[in-house]
């Protein structure tokens, strides 16, 4: 797992964490409009696991967690120990490979393998662009890493323990969303979802973030 921080000024004593989905950079949400005060800090290409200690966020007196896709259930996974003043999932459950919370995994690695095969990027599609994270400074995964981090988590979220540990206070939904069906999203987070008009990628629902802080 890799960290960037967008966002590091000495005296902020407000975290925003985002915890990405497999694929992602932080180029997904680098164009965001963030408020004054607050340090952010991506984590992305979970091609490993690991926990993030409450010891190294001392300094913040809030850290707000927005997790998407896959990003949910590593949240579940590595920010056990933070003291999180408020968790907002976007697009995903803690349930990634559940025939009835998760999304379509067999078909996803099989689209990502043939695509990858052919050199192309499985998660670019010029025609619509309103379904992908826009160009930004950070290295875009190549396909055959994009590969390896989908099979890591394929694997390591069918082995290790399904049990939710942390509170989530809201879960954004989008209805246009082809990676996680919006309907079995429903069915996992009853009255904490909220529905909005999207495909699977958010970040151009500038409210999504911003409107929780």
Same mark, same amino acid.
Not at 84 to 99: C, D, E, V, W
Not at 142 to 168: G, I, R, Y
Not at 197 to 204: A, L, R, V
């Given at each position: 797992?890799? *960290?960037?921080?967008?966002? @590091? @000024?000495?005296?902020?004593? /407000?975290?925003?964490?985002?915890?990405?989905?497999?694929?992602?950079?932080?180029?997904?949400?680098?164009?965001?409009?963030?408020?004054?005060?607050?340090?952010?800090?991506?984590?992305?290409?979970? %091609?490993?696991? /690991?926990?993030?200690?409450?010891?190294?966020?001392?300094?913040?007196?809030?850290?707000?967690?927005?997790?998407?896709?896959?990003?949910?259930?590593?949240?579940?996974?590595?920010?056990?120990?933070?003291?999180?003043? @408020?968790?907002?999932?976007?697009?995903?459950?803690?349930?990634?490979?559940?025939?009835?919370?998760?999304?379509?995994?067999?078909?996803?690695?099989?689209?990502? /393998?043939?695509?990858?095969?052919?050199?192309?990027?499985?998660? %670019?599609?010029?025609?619509? =662009? *309103? @379904?992908?994270?826009?160009?930004? =400074?950070?290295?875009?995964?190549?396909?055959?890493?994009?590969?390896? $981090?989908?099979?890591?988590?394929?694997?390591?979220?069918?082995?290790?323990?399904?049990?939710?540990?942390?509170?989530?206070? %809201?879960?954004?939904?989008?209805?246009?969303?082809?990676?996680?069906?919006?309907? /079995?999203?429903?069915?996992?987070?009853? $009255?904490?979802?909220? $529905?909005?008009?999207?495909?699977?990628?958010?970040?151009?629902? $500038?409210?999504?973030?911003?409107?929780?802080?």
């Amino acid at each position: 797992m890799k *960290e960037a921080w967008l966002i @590091k @000024k000495t005296g902020n004593r /407000r975290l925003i964490l985002f915890m990405l989905g497999w694929g992602a950079t932080p180029n997904a949400v680098h164009q965001l409009p963030f408020p004054e005060g607050y340090d952010v800090l991506c984590c992305y290409d979970h %091609r490993s696991l /690991r926990p993030l200690k409450a010891a190294g966020f001392g300094d913040y007196d809030r850290i707000y967690l927005f997790a998407w896709s896959f990003g949910v259930w590593v949240a579940e996974q590595s920010c056990q120990e933070l003291p999180l003043h @408020k968790a907002i999932a976007i697009n995903g459950t803690p349930y990634p490979a559940s025939p009835q919370y998760g999304l379509r995994l067999k078909v996803l690695q099989r689209t990502i /393998r043939s695509v990858a095969a052919m050199g192309g990027n499985p998660f %670019r599609d010029e025609s619509h =662009p *309103e @379904k992908y994270a826009p160009a930004g =400074p950070f290295e875009e995964p190549s396909p055959d890493q994009q590969v390896e $981090e989908l099979d890591f988590l394929a694997e390591a979220c069918q082995t290790l323990p399904e049990q939710p540990h942390l509170t989530w206070n %809201r879960a954004y939904i989008a209805t246009m969303d082809e990676i996680f069906p919006p309907a /079995r999203m429903r069915a996992y987070w009853g $009255e904490l979802g909220v $529905e909005f008009e999207s495909y699977h990628f958010p970040f151009y629902c $500038e409210s999504i973030v911003i409107g929780e802080l």
